[in-house]
Nanobody, 119 residues
């Protein structure tokens, strides 16, 4: 059984940094695609950063130059480094992984981690 565990959220002042982690455990053959989404109160969930099988990472315009998506294949873990945080970055952040298992490809979501940017 596959499980995704997110960590790294919290309260940070404007201009600060956080690194979110999403660790996948289970009988995983590979991570085909990954993404980080966020949902602020009263708003729809939006893609923050995403990477498919190619090398190009797509970022939302609002986070370009500030956020960086990365992965550690050996640990089946993806990260979102967030720098120069702004109050408008406050949201629950979710990781989304498309994993290849022996039985095929499946989408999984993390449980969400709260990021609050406030002075």
């Amino acid at each position: 059984q596959v499980q995704l565990v997110e960590s790294g959220g919290g309260l940070v002042q404007p201009g600060g940094s956080l690194r979110l982690s999403c660790a996948a455990s289970g009988s995983i053959l590979s991570i085909y695609a990954m993404g980080w989404y966020r949902q602020a109160p009263g708003k729809q969930r939006e893609l923050v950063a995403g990477l498919t099988s190619g090398d190009k990472t797509n970022y939302a315009d609002s986070v370009k130059g500030r956020f960086t998506l990365s992965r550690d294949n050996a640990k089946n873990t993806v990260y979102l480094q967030m720098n120069s945080l702004k109050p408008e970055d406050t949201a629950v952040y979710y990781c989304n992984l498309h994993l290849f298992l022996a039985s095929g490809g499946y989408d999984y979501w993390g449980q969400g981690t709260q990021v609050t940017v406030s002075s």
